[in-house]
């Protein structure tokens, strides 16, 4: 049921307020006084040319764009069928779950992480844990890896995908999935044929959720990364924080929005948020 | 690519981003506000130092905590909410270089004497309160016999295998002079530093390092957790977890001597009451407290007669190990900050 | 010949603790058009959802073509089903709906056979529109083109009609008794709606609280109901209170009234339709009174007349040449044939 129009602004303007003055306006001011010490339009340009040319630059965003990827992927596959196990869980055991889908959030980042570390680390739980039943001899090397990474942010990340999926998934009527089996297809069609399809705008939009916040991390990977898994927000980080560089923060940070922008126009061409919807 | 860091428009964004730092309405005159690193930190020294300084004057002393970065904005805002600022002495060179600090008033010193200041940690714009080394830390399990007996050593990854730890970037300081040294430089040859013999030497130690460490307390988890058996690490933090029975031990050979220091703010709005108390911290009975707690080496001369012997067996900056060190030299690390921020990323990428 | 047949032998179904159907035991030759009629929780949807197979019976068997279904799964019983609501893929065109069922059975001439089925419910030239493009009777022949594409010997039809208006109804309710006949195919139809059930179906189930009371031809179960629940359901009746003596009964104030059957002794209710019913006296049943309201409803006049002793008797006169409404609070007399009226156990 559509709203007056009028009414559907007034309702807007409160956000968009808070919005605009806590973040708009200053990163705004920010970029723009950052950029006009670099000078003009086009010094900035070639700057940002140059900073997205780099050899560091370039070697970070693809790092960046993998373990992103990666971490999409893996709360994809651990969110999607979390979400459906929600969908059917009722009372205690769905408080029990959303809590601790939910849990990470009553921790700081760096608690959660040295916890990781309690239990990844060469005398952490699971090392000691393998080696007490003989599976390996000496401690495996379980952190300071990529894989450690997307381990970390995937944890992070998952409820905004779960949450994502548990409602569009909740507005699937469930009595599709009764006629398409009672039509005599198998578990397999009903989910690819049915299930998914109807749930595919939450895949989308959780997916792009979920990466377009992974490219923006730099706690997470500086902690539990390698050396080399130096994502852009870490370098951007070190330009404000070592090399006291606000210009080159303010053009990486560019650099960083442009590609989430381009995710996101990709994104809206394929999907409609609106028409997603079925009613 | 980067240019000089100093501009005006600068300050006006500095100010947008830095000023909701601290809420301080119409302080009183008899009050002292301190950057610190916050903390334990601030507990030893308000025992050691702050209480009787408050006995001794009646100005109070507020401690508050903010990254370097932070304290530049603030001045480039104009709006310096400290009155002293103690940290490393390379931020405050910085902060000197941006006209942001006022000269220590040696000259009006009642309770200190700039005599017994040790003569590298006395500046004009700046006086050290302490010396801490960055020292070769190793496990005496995993090196039962024999362990690196200098940074040549530490680096030799076939001679003492093992996993090692040491500084990023995010700490301030990559470990360019351990690198240097390694590779056969003389402590009293490193600067200006090589960066590219320096990153040599630094690939050929990478593949045993699975993580450099970029805050004291990743340093000490990592070596308590066993992660690495062999680590730089700061002399203070690697002493607490010897105290608690960690399996740890300290070599001392080519330490690095860092300087902790203290410097006024042009803008603090209690200028007189800030070189007061750089002026009473400065005294040798000010500094044993904290030089007992924190393993720290006092910068009065005199503190060390009032040290016991126990203690200075473990202590940078004193007898035992003062000529095993050698002293980091800061105005190069300040001239070459961006240039070694980039180079880092570069080598760490690849 | 057997294949629609379908047969459920002393069913039972709780749901924690309620018995939602209570040893229900049905025959449905092939062919046939059977309808469950009953309201809201007398059980028929769980009936139906147990021949579908989305409910397994806690006890009996449930036989589909002479094989026991009792717990196969629902893709495996090969059934036709027309859905409450559609159940239309909003996700899938009106082709694909309708290809659904085919695809999912893995049949062939998927194309030609979907659209003999759309010819079938007249919806040609809807092949890629979507459920929501559709109107209400267009989504209901979607539905029934996707019940019936696959020939399945058995179609299921939960409250198909439901949602769609009366006049639409009706004319939907003429297109499934056609299609159903050309066909052959066995239907069971879901309805609360008596005279939905009465105008399409062979024979008519009805059921209360999981049990089924009477099934039988829509003729036989609404002129002979067994008890008063089943001539309450299906229409208006007149049930006169008194005690049965043979096949006779005697009213509070001793006069008798004659009926078809012997009732069981002790209390009991004379059961007759209004339309059974005459003004005027008549050789047989008669009672007199005086009129409370009459009202038109075009082809029928309904008189309403109390005849004493708490009794209102319902007569239903149809509406011909010179015919008068009678006046509130005129005298009337009612009459009508031992042979309509029957004894019900009260």
Request: with cysteine.
């Amino acid at each position: 049921m559509p709203l007056p129009r009028l009414l559907a602004w007034l309702l807007l303007l409160p956000s968009a307020l808070l919005l605009g003055l806590v973040f708009l306006l200053p990163l705004g001011w920010f970029l723009g006084n950052a950029l006009g010490e670099l000078g003009s339009g086009s010094e900035i340009l070639s700057e940002a040319l140059a900073i997205a040319g780099s050899r560091a630059m370039q070697r970070s965003m693809l790092v960046t764009g993998e373990i992103s990827l990666a971490t999409t992927l893996c709360c994809l596959a651990i969110g999607y069928p979390l979400a459906f196990a929600l969908t059917r869980a009722k009372g205690l055991m769905f408080r029990l779950v959303i809590a601790s889908v939910l849990l990470p959030y009553f921790t700081s980042v760096i608690v959660r992480t040295y916890a990781w570390m309690v239990l990844l680390g060469r005398t952490g739980v699971v090392n000691n844990a393998l080696q007490a039943i003989g599976v390996t001899q000496g401690p495996l090397s379980l952190l300071y890896n990529r894989g450690s990474v997307i381990l970390g942010m995937t944890y992070v990340l998952l409820p905004y995908m779960v949450l994502t999926l548990f409602s569009a998934m909740r507005s699937v009527d469930m009595r599709l999935l009764q006629a398409a089996a009672g039509m005599g297809a198998s578990g397999a069609r009903i989910f690819l044929r049915v299930f998914l399809p109807l749930t595919l705008h939450g895949v989308i939009a959780g997916s792009l959720l979920v990466f377009i916040l992974a490219i923006g991390f730099f706690i997470t990977p500086a902690l539990m990364g390698a050396p080399e898994d130096m994502m852009v927000g870490m370098l951007i980080e070190r330009q404000v924080e070592q090399a006291n560089n606000w210009p080159v923060a303010a053009v990486m940070s560019l650099v960083l929005l442009a590609v989430t922008m381009v995710v996101y126009a990709v994104y809206s061409r394929f999907a409609d948020i609106r028409r997603a919807n079925p009613a | 690519m980067t240019k000089p860091i100093v501009t005006g428009r600068r300050a006006v964004i500095a100010g947008a981003l830095a000023t909701p730092f601290i809420w301080r309405p119409a302080r009183a005159a008899q009050q002292l506000v301190i950057r610190t690193t916050g903390g334990v930190y601030d507990d030893i020294m308000r025992r050691s130092v702050y209480d009787g300084f408050t006995k001794a004057t009646g100005i109070e002393v507020v401690t508050a905590a903010a990254t370097m970065s932070k304290l530049i904005a603030m001045y480039k805002a104009g709006g310096a909410e400290f009155d002293i600022i103690d940290t490393g002495d390379s931020g405050l060179l910085n902060l000197e270089r941006l006209g942001a600090l006022l000269p220590i008033d040696y000259a009006s010193w009642k309770y200190g004497n700039p005599d017994e200041i040790i003569k590298e940690l006395k500046f004009p714009y700046r006086v050290g309160s302490y010396v801490y080394a960055t020292v070769s830390t190793y496990n005496k399990q995993a090196f039962p016999d024999k362990h690196p007996s200098n940074w040549a050593e530490f680096w030799d990854i076939k001679a003492f295998p093992g996993p090692r730890s040491l500084p990023d970037m995010g700490s301030g300081q990559p470990p360019l002079e351990l690198a240097l040294i390694a590779d056969g430089v003389a402590p009293d040859k490193l600067y200006p530093i090589d960066l590219d013999r320096a990153f040599k030497s630094l690939t050929r130690i990478r593949p045993a390092v699975p993580k450099f460490w970029d805050t004291g307390a990743l340093s000490a988890q990592m070596l308590s957790d066993k992660e690495v058996v062999l680590s730089a690490v700061w002399n203070g933090r690697v002493q607490t977890l010897i105290d608690k029975g960690a399996p740890l031990a300290i070599e001392w050979n080519q330490n690095m001597i860092q300087v902790q220091a203290y410097g006024v703010p042009k803008l603090s709005s209690n200028p007189k009451g800030a070189q007061l108390f750089v002026d009473y911290a400065s005294q040798a009975s000010a500094q044993v407290g904290y030089a007992k707690e924190l393993r720290y080496g006092p910068s009065n001369t005199k503190a060390y007669a009032m040290l016991p012997q126990d203690l200075l067996d473990i202590m940078p900056g004193g007898p035992k190990y003062r000529d095993l060190g050698f002293y980091q030299k800061i105005d190069w690390w300040e001239d070459n900050r961006d240039r070694v921020t980039k180079a880092w990323s570069n080598w760490v990428l690849g | 010949m057997t294949a629609g047949a379908v047969a459920l032998e002393r069913v039972s179904k709780r749901f924690g603790g309620v018995a939602a159907v209570e040893d229900l035991s049905i025959a449905v030759a092939p062919g046939e058009f059977f309808t469950i009629l009953g309201p809201s929780g007398s059980g028929k949807s769980t009936t139906l959802s147990m021949i579908a197979g989305f409910e397994v019976p806690d006890s009996g068997r449930i036989l589909l073509g002479g094989q026991d279904m009792t717990r196969a799964a629902p893709r495996a019983r090969g059934l036709g089903m027309v859905f409450q609501n559609y159940a239309i893929f909003p996700h899938l065109d009106v082709f694909e709906n309708v290809a659904f069922p085919l695809r999912a059975r893995g049949q062939k001439d998927v194309t030609a056979r979907v659209m003999e089925a759309l010819a079938t419910v007249r919806l040609q030239g809807m092949e890629r529109r979507y459920g929501r493009q559709l109107s209400g009777g267009q989504q209901q022949r979607v539905a029934l083109a996707r019940a019936i594409v696959a020939r399945s010997a058995i179609v299921l039809m939960d409250e198909p009609l439901g949602a769609l208006d009366k006049n639409l109804r009706y004319h939907m309710q003429t297109e499934i008794a056609d299609i159903q006949r050309r066909l052959g195919m066995t239907v069971i139809f879901v309805t609360h709606d008596q005279e939905e059930a009465m105008n399409l179906s062979d024979r008519i189930a009805i059921m209360e609280g999981g049990r089924m009371i009477q099934a039988g031809a829509p003729r036989e179960v609404y002129e002979r109901p067994v008890n008063a629940f089943v001539a309450r359901f299906l229409g208006e009746s007149n049930l006169i209170a008194g005690v049965a003596e043979g096949a006779a009964l005697r009213r509070a104030d001793g006069t008798y009234l004659a009926a078809a059957n012997v009732g069981t002794p002790g209390a009991a209710s004379l059961f007759v339709r209004p339309e059974k019913v005459r003004l005027g006296a008549g050789s047989e049943n008669s009672l007199s009174g005086r009129v409370l309201r009459s009202s038109f409803l075009g082809t029928l006049i309904r008189t309403e007349i109390d005849v004493g002793g708490d009794q209102v008797m319902t007569v239903d006169a149809t509406n011909g040449p010179g015919m008068q409404a009678l006046v509130p609070g005129a005298a009337a007399i009612v009459s009508w044939a031992a042979a309509d009226s029957r004894l019900l156990a009260a």
